[in-house]
């Protein structure tokens, strides 16, 4: 009997070191315990400012130019009803645990605050805001002609979905989010598609791109709106192959530059050179680089004299393609090609990401409003937010307007 007890005894602890070592990973800059701790947390708004401590990433480099918004810092009137009472940001706030909000008024910084910890250097997780500049990228590459057009399918520049039915998906139909790939983008449910993505890539240290290769279609392309990161994250893979070059380097040099970003960093699978970064999230940048972008689609994709947009791309990114994406009443969700729109606030457009970040975008009033909370009470089917940026916008025009342009240092 002793002899089948020891080796069992030896084997469970082999078995029980090397879990631990998994686990805990000593020595590595990166462990599962780290991202299941964080997974775990109630209160996420450290961890929101700080992903790169927790997951692998790359740097985006500063621009050599970088850009900062003048100041004109002046109290805004904001009260709105919702759900029976009047509020104010105050209320929005604290109820979502808001970090911090940056509001442009044609070009100038008009209000700027944060809140609990957070300061202005602080970079904050994008989460799915980063849909937005893989979208904005796919508008530059077809201007550039690295893309020759949104109707080609995704296999044509991203060789290594060639045979799958993502290869065979148009990069249209993949901004539109209507590629008709069977996964399920809930969060919150346990055992869901978007946490098994999660789970593969930042526990097991899978290539993600091996990983998304093999969702499958379970209906036709085009025929209906369903939102899904690996759609976006396809449209990154699509990047690299038309510029030859990991996602960060495309960023650095027809977006960092153009808008004069501080620097940030992009999560990537794994660590190191062989890391491909996450397009369908986690970009890390503070509140003013954020508007950046923002005010380059309030200003028709122009910056100072440099045109970065293709013309006719901030209609095209902020129009409903087709009926199913239409909002379906006031203040409920609509969505265009990576950027949603709220139904009753004509024209404005947002860039959106998981617990309440917000890039919201309205060329006609010359606003951008920034936003980056911890939000984990999740979404309603009227959402407050649009509320909120309404009210923002109508207390700017009972303040005095100003002489309000950019500059650059």
């Not at 520049?157 to 590629?179: F, Q, V, W």
């Not at 860039?351 to 606003?367: K, N, R, S």
């Amino acid at each position: 009997m002793k002899k089948i007890v020891l080796p069992l005894i030896a084997l469970v602890a082999v078995g029980a070191v090397a879990a631990a070592l998994w686990y805990y990973r000593p020595g590595s800059e990166f462990s599962p315990s780290e991202v299941i701790a964080m997974s775990n947390l109630e209160d996420r708004r450290l961890p929101y400012r700080t992903m790169e401590t927790i997951y692998p990433s790359r740097p985006i480099r500063p621009a050599r130019v970088q850009t900062t918004f003048r100041r004109d810092l002046r109290p805004i009137p904001i009260t709105y009803e919702w759900m029976g009472a009047t509020r104010d940001f105050e209320d929005y706030a604290e109820r979502r645990n808001v970090q911090g909000i940056l509001v442009l008024k044609d070009g100038v910084v008009v209000m700027e605050e944060y809140l609990g910890d957070a300061e202005p250097d602080d970079r904050f997780t994008s989460w799915s805001v980063a849909k937005s500049w893989i979208s904005t990228l796919i508008g530059i590459a077809l201007a550039e002609g690295a893309i020759d057009s949104l109707d080609d399918p995704v296999s044509k520049y991203a060789l290594e979905y060639r045979g799958t039915d993502y290869g065979d998906t148009s990069i249209r139909h993949l901004l539109m989010m209507s590629s008709g790939i069977d996964f399920n983008e809930n969060y919150e449910e346990r055992g869901s598609d978007i946490r098994k993505l999660f789970f593969n890539t930042f526990l097991l240290n899978r290539d993600v791109d091996d990983t998304v290769r093999g969702y499958k279609r379970n209906r036709p392309a085009g025929e209906d709106f369903d939102y899904i990161s690996p759609n976006t994250q396809v449209l990154t893979a699509v990047l690299r192959g038309a510029y030859g070059s990991n996602l960060v380097g495309i960023v650095n040099d027809k977006l960092a530059e153009p808008l004069g970003l501080t620097g940030g960093t992009w999560l990537t699978d794994r660590h190191g050179p062989a890391g491909k970064e996450l397009g369908y999230c986690c970009l890390q940048l503070t509140l003013e680089d954020y508007a950046k972008l923002g005010q380059l689609y309030v200003q028709d994709g122009v910056m100072g004299t440099m045109r970065v947009l293709p013309e006719g791309w901030v209609d095209f990114v902020r129009t409903p393609p087709q009926e199913s994406h239409e909002p379906k009443g006031d203040w409920r969700r609509g969505y265009g090609h990576h950027f949603w729109t709220t139904g009753g606030d004509d024209g404005a457009f947002a860039m959106q990401g998981y617990d309440g970040q917000f890039v919201h975008m309205d060329p006609e009033e010359g606003v951008v409003i920034v936003i980056a909370a911890a939000d984990r009470n999740g979404w309603d089917d009227e959402p407050e937010y649009g509320r909120l940026f309404r009210a923002i916008k109508d207390g700017l025009r009972k303040i005095e307007p100003d002489d309000r342009r950019a500059t650059t240092q």
